[in-house]
């Protein structure tokens, strides 16, 4: 077992959502030995960081200058968790893409193993496109995979280039599915359902939803794995401890769910009768749109990770109630234990 308090650990896209959420969790068990990365720019991203507790804080572009003069203040991590990419599914601009998702990844990957440190990072489901080859994490054929979008392609990429570099069975990759919880909030277009669904209906009272454009689907029942944040960090947590489990793993709750039943436990949670509203989905988005995912995690399972997930009902409640309504943040409970 990878011994995660053995050394430091660096977070990448730590001021972010999944980011957040894994120091918040290292916290929990003491674990403060952080050194997080992330560009801030000029949103609220940063309050995702205000309550939780790490070593130091580093811009993600000075990173890799002190990854390639090999700076004596990273000598010390055994660990690297990146997280940190552009994830907008709508991002056209292919050279910032492959910079920041592909290069980056690969500079940092040669590093970590380099200096013998557990490397884990962050892949995608959108990598597998629309579904039509299979959601399967044991999948040898890999170029058989058809992104949808630059995004995805440029997660694709890095996954196919540790392959073909023998390096995929050294490091952990992870499929992450639909993920949603606290702390979404800096996330703009990009936040879950559930984050712009509480918005709207505390704003208008209903949601909006997409109409369907396959007859197989009707509207609202187009199909998505959601895996709540807290169960997607713990299986992170599991797979960084575990040396023998390597190569790309699916992250997501095994199960599909319509929108209609993701927005109904939304509106359960706030006490409310559903109201929704569709709407037409737009162009651009109408060739890349996935009606369908659902996460094959039996090589999860089958690496030795046992721990019950919550129901999807359970978790929309948990974020509502506990972080949306009293607008709290993951780690706000532990600061509130420090001052008391």
Same mark, same amino acid.
């Given at each position: 077992?990878?011994?995660?308090? $053995?050394?430091?650990?660096?977070?990448?896209?730590?001021?972010?959502?999944?980011?957040?959420?894994?120091?918040?969790?290292?916290?929990?068990?003491?674990?403060?030995? *952080?050194?997080?990365?992330?560009?801030? !720019?000029?949103?609220?991203?940063?309050?995702?960081?205000?309550?939780?507790?790490?070593?130091?804080?580093?811009?993600?572009?000075? %990173?890799?200058?002190?990854?390639?003069?090999?700076?004596?203040?990273?000598?010390?991590?055994?660990?690297?968790? /990146?997280?940190?990419?552009?994830?907008?599914?709508?991002?056209?601009?292919?050279?910032?893409?492959?910079?920041?998702?592909?290069?980056?990844?690969?500079?940092?990957?040669?590093?970590?193993?380099?200096?013998?440190?557990?490397?884990?990072?962050?892949?995608?489901?959108?990598?597998?496109?629309?579904?039509?080859?299979?959601?399967?994490?044991?999948?040898?054929?890999? /170029?058989?995979?058809?992104?949808?979008?630059?995004?995805?392609?440029?997660?694709?990429?890095?996954?196919?280039?540790?392959?073909?570099?023998?390096?995929?069975?050294?490091?952990?990759?992870?499929?992450?599915?639909?993920?949603?919880?606290?702390?979404?909030? /800096?996330?703009?277009?990009?936040?879950?359902?559930? /984050?712009?669904?509480?918005?709207?209906?505390?704003?208008? !009272?209903?949601?909006? %939803?997409?109409?369907?454009?396959?007859?197989?689907?009707?509207?609202?029942?187009?199909?998505?794995?959601? +895996?709540?944040?807290?169960?997607? *960090?713990?299986?992170? +947590?599991?797979?960084?401890?575990?040396?023998?489990?390597?190569?790309?793993?699916?992250?997501?709750?095994?199960?599909?769910?319509?929108?209609?039943? +993701?927005?109904?436990?939304?509106?359960?949670? %706030?006490?409310?009768?559903?109201?929704?509203?569709? *709407?037409?989905?737009?162009?651009?988005?109408?060739?890349?749109?996935?009606?369908?995912?659902?996460?094959?995690? $039996?090589? +999860?399972?089958?690496?030795?990770?046992?721990?019950?997930?919550?129901?999807?009902?359970?978790?929309?409640?948990?974020?509502?109630?506990?972080?949306?309504?009293?607008?709290?943040?993951?780690?706000?409970?532990?600061?509130?234990?420090?001052?008391?």
């Amino acid at each position: 077992m990878h011994d995660l308090s $053995s050394g430091k650990i660096l977070v990448t896209g730590g001021a972010g959502f999944i980011g957040s959420a894994l120091i918040w969790a290292l916290n929990e068990r003491g674990i403060d030995n *952080i050194l997080v990365t992330d560009s801030l !720019g000029h949103d609220d991203q940063f309050k995702n960081l205000v309550p939780l507790r790490f070593q130091d804080y580093m811009e993600a572009d000075k %990173l890799l200058d002190c990854v390639e003069l090999r700076d004596p203040c990273l000598s010390d991590v055994t660990t690297v968790f /990146h997280l940190g990419a552009c994830s907008s599914t709508t991002e056209k601009d292919a050279v910032y893409l492959m910079e920041n998702n592909y290069e980056y990844t690969k500079t940092l990957a040669h590093w970590a193993l380099d200096i013998g440190a557990r490397f884990v990072y962050a892949s995608s489901a959108a990598t597998y496109g629309d579904g039509e080859q299979g959601m399967d994490d044991k999948l040898e054929d890999l /170029h058989s995979l058809r992104p949808l979008n630059m995004y995805g392609y440029s997660k694709h990429l890095f996954d196919l280039y540790a392959k073909r570099e023998g390096i995929l069975d050294s490091i952990v990759g992870l499929k992450y599915f639909n993920v949603f919880g606290p702390n979404e909030n /800096h996330k703009a277009d990009m936040r879950s359902v559930v /984050h712009k669904a509480f918005d709207q209906i505390q704003e208008t !009272g209903q949601v909006k %939803l997409f109409k369907s454009y396959r007859p197989e689907f009707q509207d609202g029942e187009q199909k998505r794995d959601f +895996l709540y944040v807290k169960d997607a *960090i713990a299986m992170t +947590l599991f797979l960084a401890e575990n040396n023998d489990a390597n190569g790309l793993f699916n992250l997501g709750s095994g199960d599909s769910n319509t929108w209609l039943s +993701l927005v109904g436990a939304i509106f359960k949670a %706030l006490d409310k009768e559903p109201v929704i509203e569709f *709407i037409e989905m737009p162009d651009y988005l109408r060739q890349k749109y996935q009606y369908f995912t659902q996460a094959d995690i $039996s090589k +999860l399972r089958e690496a030795g990770f046992d721990q019950p997930l919550r129901s999807l009902e359970a978790a929309v409640a948990d974020t509502i109630q506990n972080y949306l309504l009293p607008q709290k943040y993951l780690g706000d409970e532990v600061k509130n234990k420090v001052e008391a």
